[in-house]
């Protein structure tokens, strides 16, 4: 049997995905850094910083995705799809650098006290239409990450939802500001720091079990499956591992002892396609013991 391949097309469309984003991405970081410096806003600042991480995030992207479709080798028998998904756990250091960050100078602006915010409603409109950017990205690259089953872009999108909470914050900070409430930018700050550990978790979560090979889906389930292919007598000595897009499994089944060689194969073949269009299994080992 041939090595599973990362589909090409898949791989074009992530691409032309991350580029896209890419370009919305820079545009967003400097509205916010232009209007963070302008208004001396703490959050303002840290919202441009993290979208910042959102544009290095697609430029990392777009790297790993190079090396994860290169085609599988003598190294890496199973391909170099895992790439994309450490690509993912590497969005969670650059949230966890910049929510250390923006933890820091609110507790700092918190006990020295907060300096005064200044910003006109053209920088307060412009700051509003970076926040409908960002969820128009936000929805747009989680639908594409769900229809290509891509970690790298299911990562991303939850990093950028966070920058559209992010800017609600900074929104609603602003305006207390104003009210006379100082205090109340670097608290959106500590809230925004809260919104970024809580979607690192979430890529965690996602990304470790691929890396760590846990079941790609239980065992039962492909037991029965198996054994729904006539012939089959039991189905045992099950492992699957992989992400969504690419999975692999390998399965002992016992037969009639005695069935032909080629009766045998015939019926592994059967369970081989059951298990491909039933569980959507990319590539399946079938072992074969007598009865």
């Not at 720091?193 to 492909?222: K, N």
């Amino acid at each position: 049997m041939s090595p599973a391949r990362v589909p090409r097309d898949r791989t074009t469309q992530i691409r032309r995905v991350l580029f896209g984003l890419l370009v919305a991405n820079l545009a967003v970081v400097g509205a916010k850094f232009v209007i963070g410096l302008s208004s001396r806003s703490l959050a303002v600042i840290g919202d441009g910083v993290h979208s910042s991480v959102d544009a290095i995030n697609n430029v990392l992207a777009l790297a790993v995705m190079w090396v994860a479709a290169r085609e599988p080798d003598e190294e890496h028998p199973y391909g170099h799809t895992k790439f994309e998904t450490l690509g993912a756990l590497a969005i969670v250091m650059f949230l966890s650098i910049s929510g250390f960050e923006l933890v820091r100078g609110a507790l700092i602006r918190l006990v020295q006290g907060s300096p005064p915010l200044a910003m006109s409603q053209v920088q307060f409109g412009i700051l509003g239409s970076t926040l409908l950017v960002n969820t128009m990205v936000a929805v747009y690259e989680n639908r594409r990450g769900h229809q290509l089953d891509s970690d790298i872009l299911l990562a991303d999108a939850a990093h950028t939802r966070v920058d559209v909470f992010i800017t609600i914050a900074v929104l609603g900070g602003v305006l207390l500001a104003r009210a006379g409430y100082g205090f109340a930018d670097p608290i959106m700050a500590l809230v925004v720091a809260g919104m970024i550990v809580w979607v690192a978790w979430g890529i965690v979560r996602r990304s470790v079990p691929v890396l760590v090979d846990e079941h790609a889906l239980p065992a039962v389930v492909i037991r029965e499956t198996a054994e729904e292919v006539t012939g089959v007598h039991s189905a045992y000595q099950i492992r699957s591992r992989g992400a969504p897009h690419l999975r692999f499994a390998e399965v002992t089944i016992a037969v009639d002892r005695g069935a032909s060689v080629e009766a045998a194969h015939r019926i592994a073949d059967a369970v081989e396609d059951a298990l491909r269009e039933k569980l959507q299994l990319h590539e399946v080992v079938v072992h074969i013991e007598p009865c």
